[in-house]
């Protein structure tokens, strides 16, 4: 697959007690990683966002992030199902990988609440990488 990638300024508000980026503030990171991914992929009307349920996320802090340094988010990976996405990605600083992660997302249908077939144009566009 062909890396996505995004840069990230960490902002000092970010920052914990112990001076690095907070735990709290790597999830959203992730998160913004992966909606650019999906608007990178035409999913910019916000019913097509408003699609997807977060079903599964784990995160794995492998080194410290600090503010002052721009933080490089990168999906490593994408993997299509029939109704969910699973994202592999790679947050790196100064050359340093500092969190590796992968969610899953679930395509929903807002009226019946159930899963829905990932569309054939995303999923063909998704493969091509």
């Known amino acids: 697959m062909q890396e996505f990638s995004i ?43 408003m699609g997807w349920i977060l079903a599964s996320v784990q995160i794995d802090f492998k080194a410290e992030i600090f503010y002052g340094s721009d933080v490089t988010a990168v999906i490593t990976e994408a993997v299509v199902g ?11 600083q100064r050359d340093v990988t500092t969190v590796t992660g992968r969610a899953v997302l679930v395509r929903m249908d807002s009226d019946t609440k159930k899963p829905m077939r990932i569309p054939d144009g995303l999923r063909a566009e998704i493969e091509a990488l």
């Open 7 to 49: 840069t990230i300024q960490p902002r000092f508000y970010e920052t914990d007690a112990l001076g690095h980026i907070n735990n709290a503030s790597i999830a959203a990171w992730f998160e913004v990683l992966r909606t650019s991914f999906l608007d990178s992929m035409g999913q910019t009307n916000p019913a097509d966002a």
């Open 82 to 92: 029939n109704s969910s996405l699973t994202m592999t990605c790679r947050m790196s």
